[in-house]
């Protein structure tokens, strides 16, 4: 089934209202929600309000935070996120980045105390409007293990970086640090398709292809998937984003990040406060004039986009072009809910008297 | 052979003296040349020495540059390397990020005009002793094609982050994004081994295993190897690196980056100068107390380096753990030259006349 897009968000704001937040943050925060469905990273968008719900009624979010600077010199920032949403604590920390850029160059904030901040791309993003580039990472539940073991001790980390061009669109970077992201594990769970060797491990650490290898003690593998193929790379950039986002901040890192589903109890002897996320601004006028960057930016765009192909495509991608395809084609069809995520919505619906 | 750090590192800083580097430079380009041997990259070390000779042969380095600021903001700057060694100009220009982070928390430096700057872990780790974090990229020769494209747009693009720990050794990830560095490739060769799949296509896109591919039209591939196992996240790294290191600093990006090779043609129609860096250094304390902090990393390396293993390893590694090893070993037993390069330094002692 398809939704519009406004549909879906006033569906969602409405339970953002009805969780206690204030009207802006409920707005703000459907915005980046249902940014996930339109960009096409259906597992980031309203497939997730229930676990939002959950995490509410359980009372690890907190509707009204007090979200402020608890540490600071001009460039740099620690945001206390006061066990708020994610969707709400992060863009206002990369609004502080923002802010910083604009009076020294360049903005970096690292937040604790927070929960799920959705796409980290939506993030990363909010600075293309100022000529500058954004950065955004964060951690999360622990579903990764290193190199070489077979606990999982990572999230998977997300990494987004938004750049700006001048008539190119935008090029947006937005992965997670392993192979493949839980959200593709949960489509072969659905097809129930095997999964390619290298995304997952089984319990021993051996190599799986069962997409349900996770509920039996597995984990997702760090880009690279095996030794031979340099995960110790992808466990080196899932480990940046833990330390950036949590060890800098005080928030839980590694093992201890707090699980996103409330049915998983909070870690034992936490190490922190709440889940970590980073932000980061850069003026472009920092480095040089932003006319002559951008132009440089479209010169980039351009030649790697007519780069000789492969047989296996027509053309070759710049990081951020399927999503703001998926966007402009979504504008015009609506959004596809799965059957399950209908069944959560309804739920949700009616545990706030809405309608869905 | 084996060969004493003294004795290689000796005959370095003779040959950039002869080149006609200031002793202070010839110094520092050869601390961090023969710290890549000394790590265990020997790929980056003194096999190189006569690659930079033969540059500044071809007049591609110059050997007394006037290395200033031409940008710059309180956090941020563009360094202009006037075709200097990058052993001296990276090095340089992380001192100004240093600078810039005890002023205002972060300081942030693109640099062009320069050349191959060695390992990117030096530079990184030079924020150490400051208790700030570093972080070091640069854009290099052309050998890697984006995913779905059989052209050789990016280098090897490596990111290199130093952070401090108390008692633990500090966290250093230094890593190419691809899924094996060239040096690696250059071992098969010498040992007449195929490569594994994944590291390498050939003319057409298609798999390779053989290690001599790339003087066949062939190219690295970016981490993750193919599109099944996210290649277009190592595209999306190796993208970012070249855009931050030459496109923020006005040096050649993409294909147009200069080779390393002094027998290769400089690319026409340049788009900038040189080859382009980025450095990073963020003070901790910008974000919470040095000390704190660096207690939490000894609990995050304890607790990563105590993690259950598979059946691969004795123990979970630290990034930073190879490297600092190898260094200890070295220092005992000397740096080991294989006698291809042996040969090639030869060559260079008679060039100038000194003794190897």
């Known amino acids: 089934m398809k939704y519009e897009y406004d549909k879906v968000w006033e569906f969602t704001n409405e339970v953002f209202l009805k969780m206690g937040c204030p009207a802006n943050d409920a707005k703000l925060a459907s915005d980046v929600l249902v940014s996930a469905d339109m960009r096409g990273i259906d597992s980031h968008g309203v497939a997730r309000l229930i676990g939002y719900v959950r995490l509410w009624d359980a009372d690890r979010i ?6 402020k600077i608890v540490h600071e010199t001009p460039s740099t920032a620690v945001v206390d996120g006061d066990a708020g949403l994610g969707l709400v604590v992060a863009p206002k920390a990369m609004e502080i980045a923002i802010d910083k850029a604009n009076a020294v160059g360049t903005g970096w904030v690292s937040v604790k105390n927070s929960n799920h901040y959705g796409i980290a791309g939506y993030h990363a993003m909010m600075a293309l409007e100022h000529d500058m580039i954004g950065m955004s990472m964060t951690n999360a539940s622990p579903l990764v293990s290193p190199t070489f073991s077979t606990e999982r001790m990572l999230g998977t980390n997300p990494i987004a970086v938004a750049i700006p061009a001048d008539k190119q669109p935008p090029f947006v970077a937005d992965f997670a640090t392993t192979t493949a992201a839980n959200g593709k594990l949960e489509i072969l769970q659905r097809k129930g398709e095997d999964a390619p060797v290298g995304w997952i491990q089984d319990e021993q650490g051996l190599p799986s292809t069962n ?145 869905f």
Request: charged share 25%; net charge negative; glycine share 10%.
């Open 211 to 355: 997409p349900e290898e996770l509920k039996k003690g597995g984990a997702l593998l760090p880009l690279g998937g095996d030794r031979v193929h340099s995960s110790h790379k992808g466990y080196c950039l899932g480990s940046i984003v833990d330390i950036f986002s949590a060890v800098l901040s005080g928030a839980n890192f590694g093992p201890w990040a707090p699980p996103f589903v409330s049915f998983l109890p909070m870690p034992k002897n936490p190490v922190g406060e709440g889940l970590g996320h980073f932000l980061g601004a850069m003026r472009i006028d920092g480095f040089r004039p932003a006319d002559e960057f951008k132009e440089n930016m479209d010169v980039w765009i351009e030649r790697f986009r007519s780069a000789k192909t492969t047989s296996e495509a027509p053309k070759v991608l710049i990081p951020g072009d399927p999503e703001r395809e998926m966007e402009v084609e979504r504008k015009v069809t609506g959004i596809p809910i799965n059957d399950k995520v209908v069944i959560d919505l309804k739920e949700v619906a009616k545990r706030f008297e809405l309608s």
């Open 62 to 67: 907190n509707p009204t935070p007090s979200i």
